[in-house]
């Protein structure tokens, strides 16, 4: 429901959530729960191969040991691996809610690949490459969720004892 209420906003109204689903069923059809779906899993998959990829390099890099390494040595390899992967992500994190958020003015259907090339040229003709960095620095703090992971995962394996 993303609608502020301003009088330039050209976004539909709802009621509450339940408004949402019943308009979004009865006017789109049961796919329209499933919208977005494609780019989220593109963005999910490519964060996960990095981060993982980047945090084992990481490891290897810096010699990570879990018996002998601090907290600190986990946070620095996981900071590293979660800057380093919004980095590359964060045009496919930008691109998926200027898709979401588009109101196509013709009302046509438009498929997600057909859209989401559209509004991808219309970004880079018209804000040029910068656009898909935007949020970036806001992004960072994202990479706390991997670093607050990893720890608590390096730190119980510790504790019990685990060896690879």
């Known amino acids: ?18 408004d949402v689903f ?12 499933y919208w977005g ?11 996960n191969i990095l981060f993982f990829t980047i945090y084992a390099d990481g ?6 040991s879990r018996e002998n390494s601090s907290l600190f040595d986990t946070v620095f390899i996981s900071m590293r691996a ?10 496919i994190w930008v691109l998926k809610t200027r898709t979401m958020l588009h109101l196509n003015e013709r009302s046509q259907k438009i498929s ?4 989401t090339k559209e509004i991808l040229s219309d970004m880079l003709s018209k804000e040029g490459t910068k656009a ?11 990479s706390l969720y ?6 608590i995962y390096e730190t119980v394996l510790k504790a019990f004892d685990y060896t690879e």
């Not at 429901?1 to 339940?18: A, T």
């Open 1 to 18: 429901i993303v609608n502020d209420g301003s009088v330039n906003n050209h976004l539909p109204k709802y009621k509450d959530v339940f």
């Open 22 to 33: 019943k308009r979004m069923y009865w006017e789109e059809g049961i796919l329209s729960f």
């Open 37 to 47: 779906t494609f780019i989220n899993l593109l963005g999910n998959t490519v964060s």
């Open 59 to 64: 490891k290897k890099r810096y010699n990570y």
């Open 82 to 91: 979660g800057v380093f992967t919004m980095l590359i992500t964060n045009p």
């Open 112 to 115: 997600g690949y057909k859209l």
């Open 132 to 142: 898909l960095f935007w949020g970036y620095p806001i992004s960072i703090f994202l």
């Open 146 to 151: 991997g670093m607050i992971s990893m720890s």
